[in-house]
Every structure is written in C-alpha cells, then in structure tokens.
C-alpha cells in the first residue's frame, strides 16, 4: 500500500501563493500522482495530475494558467504551486496516487481512478 503525505498548506491572502508537496512512500514509473481539492459541502474536485514517467500533465480547464503541478522522482515527491489564490481555492486538497495510469485514464480527471489518498491539507485563502 502507497503512503502519500501533503504538506505546505496553510492561510494565504487573496492574490498570494503556496506550494503543496505530496510525498510518496513509493512509485512506479508507470504511475501518476493527481491533486483534488474539496471545499464544505462540495464534492471532491480534480485540480492537477502528472505521470512519473515522462512527465505528462493534465489539468483543470478553469485552473490551467494559476496552478503548476511538477515533480522530483529523486524525492517521490509532486508538488502544487498554486498563484494568485482566491478565496474560492479555499479547501482541504488532497494527492492521490495509482500505478499502471494510462494516459486515457488520466484525461477523465476522475477521483475514482485514484488507489491511494493522502489525509489532505487545509489551503485558506481570506479576501
């Protein structure tokens, strides 16, 4: 069983930023790591997901410009840089990691395709 833990969230003004990281305890390189986020009394939303081989991405249409997802396989480690935050990225995200994710799998930006979740970590963003 993968073991992910994100860190770095925390309260950031309006127009600021922050950089989540998600720590795999292991990976294999036909794997993928994606980002969700959840705000109270929404579902869970797809952010952000990214291969470890190769290093292909997919995105959120209405977040693609602001949030940059990237990786370090020396570290295991994918991060989130999230810029100009607003108060309505206000919410506990989470990483989720599967291995064997092929690319068709990834376009359908779906939680469901995740194995293995981190417990989350809180991003408030005040106005």
């Known amino acids: 069983q993968v073991q992910l833990v994100e860190s770095g969230g925390g309260t950031v003004q309006s127009g600021g930023s922050l950089r989540l990281s998600c720590t795999a305890s292991s990976r294999t390189n036909s794997g993928a790591v994606g980002w969700f986020r959840q705000a109270p009394g929404k579902e869970r939303e797809f952010v952000a997901a990214i291969r470890w081989s190769g290093g292909t991405t997919v995105y959120a249409e209405t977040l693609k410009g602001r949030f940059t997802i990237s990786k370090n396989n020396a570290l295991n480690t994918v991060y989130l840089q999230m810029n100009s935050l607003k108060p309505e990225d206000t919410a506990v995200y989470y990483c989720?990691?599967?291995?064997?994710?092929?690319?068709?799998?990834?376009?359908?930006?779906?939680?469901?395709?995740?194995?293995?979740w981190g417990q989350g970590t809180q991003v408030t963003v005040s106005s």
């Open positions: 989720a990691g599967r291995s064997g994710m092929i690319l068709s799998t990834m376009w359908n930006r779906s939680p469901d395709d995740y194995y293995n």
